[in-house]
Each structure stands twice: as C-alpha cells, then as structure tokens.
C-alpha cells in the first residue's frame, strides 16, 4: 500500500525559506511524475510544483524563481525548497506521485502539511 508522508512545515516570517520533504512507502509501481501541491482556506487545491518522468518540471507561475523541486534519494520522492516565503504562500501542501498500476494512471496524496508566513 502507498504510503506518503510530508515533513518540514511550519511557521516563518516573509522572506523566510523552508525545505518540504515527501516520504513515500510502498512505492513499487513505475512512477510517472511526482509533485506539490497547496490549498489555502477557500481556495481549491492548486498545483505547486511537480517533476514528470524525464526530468521536466512544471511550476506555478506565482512560485517561479522561488520554489524548487527537486528528486529526494531512498524512501525520500521529492523535496520542495521554498525560499522568498510570502504571505500568498500560506497554506496546507500536499505531496503527490502518480504510479502507473496495471496500465492506469492513479494519484497518491499525502496528508499534508501546514506552511505559515507570517510576521
């Protein structure tokens, strides 16, 4: 069974940094891409950052030039660096991996994780 578990949230001042990291278990499909993505109070959940099989990424226009995904090592999928924190950043991320089972795409999420900017 999948298993995904976001770590590294918390509160920080703008113009603050935070590393997210996304421990995975029970991963044995063929990965097709991995990611973040953030939902704030009464907004839908939006895409963060994402990487696709091949080493492309993909980044929401508001966290360009701020954020970064990168591939984790071991049970580690990915980490997010996010640096240049705004207020607008506040919100719960959700980590993301879409395995390929039995020749169908299907999405993991973990529980997520509560990142604050704040003064």
């Known amino acids: 069974q999948v298993h995904l578990v976001e770590s590294g949230g918390g509160v920080v001042q703008p113009g603050g940094s935070l590393r997210l990291a996304c421990l995975g278990a029970g991963i044995t499909f063929s990965i097709n891409d991995m990611g973040w993505y953030r939902q704030a109070p009464g907004k839908q959940r939006e895409l963060v950052a994402r990487i696709i099989t091949g080493g492309s990424t993909d980044y929401a226009d508001s966290v360009k030039g701020r954020f970064t995904i990168t591939r984790g090592n071991g049970r580690i999928t990915s980490y997010l660096q996010m640096n240049r924190l705004e207020a607008e950043d506040t919100a719960v991320y959700y980590c993301?991996?879409?395995?390929?089972?039995?020749?169908?795409?299907?999405?993991?999420w973990g529980q997520g994780t509560q990142v604050t900017v704040s003064s």
């Open positions: 993301n991996v879409g395995l390929w089972v039995a020749g169908s795409l299907r999405d993991y």
